[in-house]
T-cell receptor
Framework: AQKVTQAQTEISVVEKEDVTLDCVYE???????LFWYKQPPSGELVFLIR??????QNEISGRYSWNFQKSTSSFNFTITASQVVDSAVYFC?????????????FGGGTRVLVKP | ETGVTQTPRHLVMGMTNKKSLKCEQH?????MYWYKQSAKKPLELMFV???????ENNSVPSRFSPECPNSSHLFLHLHTLQPEDSALYLC???????????????FGEGSWLTVV
């Protein structure tokens, strides 16, 4: 069965510091999809990125970057020059390419607190 | 502005009450989901609807009853709940459920439920 582990439960940084969130996954599928979501205090899960298992190219979007390492089953997320608005809980998730389709398995989340 | 809207945002109900959570998606998707997020557990998938048919019921107690009258609306009817059912209930939607393509799931802001 699939599993997603986010070992860091909470990270506290000072504004402008970089912060890296770890995500390790387990799956038996050869085709799968990885996601990161941000959950601010309001509750909504905001989609950040989707990556399929055949695309190991790292991605950068503004201050956000993602490092997908299939060899270590990791999909880490870095926030560069963090800002107070980045304070939220961040979830890594996995979806397998099965008939049931689109079911997400979430990690436990990492709470990021950015202090001014 | 989110493409998935949920009402009410906050609900307090007694254990003998009957209430409903409502979700509406404006994204033209054909699959909708209910997830539960409680303090003690990771995000849990409760129900999945594809083209208005329930395709997944993740061992959810019968005191939770979903309804999907059309592809844009999803309800979660609640009756005789327990205090441990207090949680954030998140509705979500996605496109292309049938093609198993790992499409992105978009979430609403959630309904905070407190059972007293």
């Amino acid at each position: 069965a699939q599993k997603v582990t986010q070992a860091q439960t909470e990270i506290s940084v000072v504004e402008k510091e970089d912060v890296t969130l770890d995500c390790v996954y387990e799956t038996r599928d050869t085709t799968y999809y990885l996601f990161w979501y941000k959950q601010p205090p309001s509750g909504e899960l905001v989609f950040l990125i989707r990556r399929n298992s055949f695309d190991e190219q790292n991605e950068i979007s503004g201050r956000y970057s993602w490092n997908f390492q299939k060899s270590t089953s990791s999909f880490n997320f870095t926030i560069t020059a963090s800002q107070v608005v980045d304070s939220a809980v961040y979830f890594c998730a996995l979806s397998e390419d099965k008939a049931a389709g689109n079911k997400l398995t979430f990690g436990g989340g990492t709470r990021v607190l950015v202090k001014p | 502005e989110t493409g998935v809207t949920q009402t009410p945002r906050h609900l307090v109900m007694g254990m003998t009450n009957k209430k409903s959570l409502k979700c509406e998606q404006h994204l033209g998707h054909n699959a909708m989901y209910w997830y539960k997020q409680s303090a003690k557990k990771p995000l849990e998938l409760m129900f999945v609807y594809s083209l208005e048919e329930r395709v997944e019921n993740n061992s959810v107690p019968s005191r939770f009853s979903p309804e999907c009258p059309n592809s844009s609306h999803l309800f979660l009817h609640l009756h005789t709940l327990q205090p441990e059912d207090s949680a954030l209930y998140l509705c979500a939607s996605s496109q292309g459920f049938q093609d198993r393509s790992g499409n992105t799931i978009y979430f609403g802001e959630g309904s905070w439920l407190t059972v007293v």
